[in-house]
C-alpha cells in the first residue's frame, strides 16, 4: 500500500508442527477485537473448532490528509468501480494476497486450503467480501457479508463461483438489506452452500456481531441455524 497498515490478529497460541487453523481475513480490522470475543467464547463452548481471524485496518485518516479524505481512501479500497479508478482497489487486493495472507500462514499457521478460508465484512467490507470471493474463489471458499454496501461492482457476482457465502442485514437498514437479498439472488445458483438472514436491527455492529457469531457457527462448527432465515442453507 505505500505506507504502514495496521493488523489485528487472533490466533491461537503455539500450534503443533503441521497444524492449520481455519482463518477468516476480515475488512475493517478493528472489529477483530470484538470478534475475537465472540469466537473465542463459542470455541470454549466446543461449538466452533480453534479459528484465527485477521483484521486489515483501512487507510488512516491522519492530520496531513484529514478525515475525509482517509474515508474516500476507504471506498476506494473496498468497492470496485468507486469514483476515482480501481488503483486502490487492486493495490489493497495484492496487499491482502501477496502481503496479510502469506503473513498469517507462515507467522500464525493459518489454513491454505480454500474451504478453510473465508474473507469478511459489513457495509463497504461486506461488498469488498464479495467481491474477493468473486474474484479469487480458489483462495477464498467462504464469504461472510454483512449488510453489503451499494451495487459497485455487483455485476461479477453473476458469473462467479462460490463455496460457502453467508449474507446478512437489517430490516431498518433497507437499502442494505435490499443489496442483501440482491446479492443472494446473484450468487445462489453458483453457490454450494448459502444463507440469507435479514433481522430486526439497523446499520449497527450491534447487528454485525450477531450476524457475525452465526455465520462462523454455521461455516465452520456444528450447530444449526434457526430456522427465520430467509433463504434456508442448499
Do not use: C
Request: proline letters at 7%.
Amino acid at each position: 500500500m505505500g505506507e504502514p497498515r495496521k493488523l489485528t490478529i487472533y490466533a491461537p497460541p503455539n500450534p503443533p508442527p503441521g497444524r492449520r487453523y481455519p482463518v477468516i481475513y476480515a475488512a475493517d480490522g478493528g472489529s477483530v477485537r470484538q470478534w475475537a470475543g465472540i469466537v473465542h467464547a463459542l470455541v470454549e463452548a466446543g461449538k466452533l473448532p480453534q479459528v484465527i481471524l485477521v483484521g486489515l485496518w483501512p487507510a488512516p485518516a491522519d492530520a496531513v490528509r484529514g478525515a475525509a479524505l482517509g474515508v474516500q481512501f476507504r471506498h476506494q479500497e473496498y468497492l470496485i468501480g468507486f469514483e476515482g479508478g480501481d488503483a486502490r482497489f487492486t493495490a489493497h487486493e495484492r496487499f491482502l494476497l501477496e502481503e496479510v495472507a502469506p503473513l498469517a500462514e507462515r507467522q500464525f499457521a493459518a489454513a491454505t486450503d480454500p474451504r478453510e478460508r473465508a474473507v469478511a465484512g459489513y457495509s463497504n467490507g461486506g461488498a469488498w467480501a464479495l467481491q474477493m470471493g468473486a474474484r479469487h474463489p480458489g483462495v477464498f471458499g467462504k464469504v461472510i457479508s454483512l449488510s453489503p454496501a451499494g451495487a459497485s461492482g455487483i455485476g461479477i457476482l453473476q458469473g462467479a463461483k462460490f463455496g460457502d457465502v453467508f449474507l446478512g442485514g437489517g430490516t431498518l437498514e433497507p437499502t442494505f438489506a435490499t443489496n442483501a437479498r440482491t446479492a443472494a439472488a446473484l450468487v445462489a445458483p453458483r453457490a454450494d452452500r448459502l444463507w440469507l438472514e435479514v433481522r430486526t436491527a439497523g446499520h449497527s455492529h450491534d447487528l454485525w456481531e450477531d450476524l457475525f457469531a452465526e455465520a462462523v457457527v454455521w461455516m465452520l462448527g456444528d450447530a444449526d441455524l434457526s430456522a427465520t432465515s430467509e433463504a434456508p442453507a442448499q
